[in-house]
């Protein structure tokens, strides 16, 4: 299981190709190899009230928060975010070089005690 959230400030709507960075970020998780595809979410949440730095400025921000289940190696988990984050980079490289953008990215790991699951996508993969 891995859910990804591309939180964007919503200046980025019109020239962040969203749904781009999504595919994208989505093809580095199943070409890990780390996650059934099945349990790969990800998703963009256009934000149009915030406030970066002081507010008088038309700053730009995107905040990737990766939300995996406990237990995989610690350096493939090191690895799988730096690569998700290198994806981010890229993508937003171009906007980057044109206006001020703020990128980050934190992933975090949990229990499978506290989480509940109901899931019938892992069924088509296992067909394959």
Do not use: W
């Not at 990766?66 to 090191?78: L, S």
């Not at 703020?102 to 989480?115: D, I, Q």
């Amino acid at each position: 299981m891995a859910h990804l959230i591309f939180e964007y400030s919503g200046n980025l709507a019109q020239e962040g190709d969203l749904p781009g960075l999504l595919r994208q970020a989505n093809r580095v998780l199943i070409d890990s190899g780390l996650f059934p595809p099945g349990g790969i979410r990800s998703r963009a949440l256009r934000l149009d009230e915030y406030c970066v730095a002081e507010g008088d400025h038309d700053d730009a921000f995107v905040h990737a928060t990766v939300k995996i289940g406990a237990g995989r190696d610690p350096q493939a988990v090191r690895d799988i975010a730096q690569a998700l984050f290198d994806v981010m980079k890229r993508h937003f490289d171009p906007i980057f070089q044109r206006r001020t953008l703020a990128l980050s990215l934190e992933l975090s790991e949990f229990s499978e005690a506290g989480t509940l699951k109901h899931n019938n996508i892992h069924a088509r993969y296992a067909k394959h």
